[in-house]
T-cell receptor
């Protein structure tokens, strides 16, 4: 199985400030078609997960442009340019190159 | 609009089976595979497998093989996920989620509301 490792696991943030989450995979997620099979999801308190970023860097419809995804191969980053109070939740990276696996999750909370 | 509506919470005894349903609407049911993801209380997300509503083909996570069965009923646009020989550590929220793919780009774009299965003696 491909192992996904996120850091940090807990991220206290100040509204208006930037935030960044790292995700590393045990194997390259870059496929021969040029796409990275890495998605980002957020699970807000009491809710189902929801899609933020797919294929490494494509923002899902309706997702604010303060969210961005970058990286390739085995190293990926989710960035929030200016955190808002509504961004609290647990953020997961997930690979779907081979039998989907999720990272452990990063809990984002307001300081 | 796309909706995935799951069946309600259940409490089961160890060794029993449970079948969770996920009814899809707002799109052509057979066009996209349906996946299942579970989440133990306070824990992370665990992928369980998928089913093709088109032909019933399935693929299970290694951990799910042997105890998990996914089926579908195309007449009512519903997929099912059954877990047998329940154990205490099967207590979790179970989510169905649609795998949308277009031009090689794929994602879990819609999720059900989750079904809590509690295994308790």
């Amino acid at each position: 199985d491909i192992v996904m490792t996120q850091s940090p696991l807990s991220l206290p943030v100040t509204p208006g400030e930037p935030a960044s989450i790292s995700c590393r995979s045990s194997q390259s997620l870059l496929y021969s078609n040029g796409y990275n099979y890495l998605d980002w999801y957020v699970q807000k308190p009491g809710q189902s997960p929801q899609l933020l970023i797919y294929m490494g860097s494509y923002r899902a419809p309706g997702v604010p442009d303060r969210f961005s995804g970058s990286g390739s191969g085995t190293d990926f980053t989710l960035k929030i340019s200016r955190v808002e109070a509504e961004d609290v939740g647990v953020y997961y990276c997930m690979q779907d190159l081979k039998a989907e696996t999720f990272g452990q999750g990063t809990k984002v909370e307001i300081k | 609009q796309v909706q995935l509506v799951q069946s309600g919470a259940e409490v089961k005894k160890p060794g029993a089976s449970v079948k969770v349903s996920c009814k899809a609407s707002g799109y052509t049911f057979s066009d996209y595979n349906m996946h299942w993801v579970r989440q133990a209380p306070g824990q992370g997300l665990e992928w369980m497998g998928w089913i093709s509503p088109n032909n019933g083909a399935t693929k299970y996570a290694q951990k799910s093989q042997g105890r998990v069965t996914m089926t579908r009923d195309t007449s009512i646009n519903t997929v099912y996920m059954e877990v047998g020989s329940l154990r205490f550590d099967d207590t979790a929220f179970y989510f169905c989620t649609r795998k949308y793919c277009s031009g090689g780009l794929c994602s879990f774009d819609y999720w059900g509301q989750g079904t809590l299965i509690t295994v308790s003696s």
